[in-house]
């Protein structure tokens, strides 16, 4: 696609729920990364996938954050048993080799955990 | 490792007047850095790349930073505001891991625009 896509762009969820937040990176761009923006801060590093391998998730906050890429293009960012301090809204980018270390990012998911 | 420190968490001009908005960095590397733009509930677009070429870089919209080395400094400047430039700022500096680029974002700056 034209750029990268996630979705939902807004979700409310019950404390205690499971969610999913998908993106859609830019065609043939091999790097994908995850990152989280709560409100009046800068994003924070998730993870980072090259390709289907994820190479780095240190910036997961807990082991409900997971993270995949199964086929080394959509990824789907999960968080089990929400917590209110997981509202923040969720940041996708993707990136290719030729780019210059540029990532390109999608307009994010908002997820409020009520 | 990689961090990046903007200066001001707020920057208020007004229109027609120029901008300056700070950042700083470490490296422990040769960096890529970046300045990306946030307009309120829109994603980040990237204003600007530094990437070892020249040290004063052009973005878009009259947006420009020069890479200072020894003062480990990329400070974002525009030489006059416009009312549509009142967004939230971003400085971005890039390590490598694993074979990529991992970018480490500032804060941010919030930069207002008086008419």
């Known amino acids: 696609g034209a750029g990268v896509s996630q979705s939902p762009r807004y979700k409310v969820a019950k404390r205690g729920q499971d969610v999913a937040l998908r993106c859609d990176p830019i065609s043939g761009h091999v790097s994908l990364f995850w990152y989280q923006q709560a409100l009046g801060q800068g994003p924070e590093f998730l993870t980072y996938?090259?390709?289907?391998?994820?190479?780095?998730k240190s910036g997961l906050p807990s082991d409900r954050f997971f993270a995949e890429r199964p086929e080394g293009s959509v990824s789907t960012l999960k968080i089990q048993r929400t917590q209110q301090e997981d509202s923040a809204v969720y940041l996708c980018?993707?990136?290719?080799?030729?780019?210059?270390?540029?990532?390109?990012f999608g307009e994010g998911s908002w997820l409020t955990v009520v | 490792a990689q961090s990046v420190t903007q200066l001001d968490s707020h920057v208020s001009v007004s229109e027609g007047t120029p901008v300056l908005l700070r950042c700083n960095y470490s490296s422990s590397y040769s960096p890529s850095l970046f300045w990306y733009v946030q307009h309120p509930n829109k994603g980040l677009q990237l204003l600007l790349k530094y990437t070892s070429a020249a040290t004063l870089v052009k973005g878009i919209n009259g947006f420009e930073a020069e890479f200072k080395k020894s003062e480990t400094s990329f400070h974002l400047t525009k030489p006059s505001a416009h009312m549509s430039d009142a967004a939230e700022y971003f400085c971005?500096?890039?390590?490598?891991?694993?074979?990529?680029?991992?970018?480490?974002f500032g804060r941010g700056t919030s930069l207002i625009v008086h008419p």
């Open positions: 996938f090259q390709n289907e391998a994820q190479l780095d």
């Open positions: 971005v500096v890039s390590h490598a891991s694993g074979g990529s680029y991992i970018p480490t």
């Open positions: 980018a993707s990136s290719w080799p030729g780019s210059g270390n540029t990532i390109y």
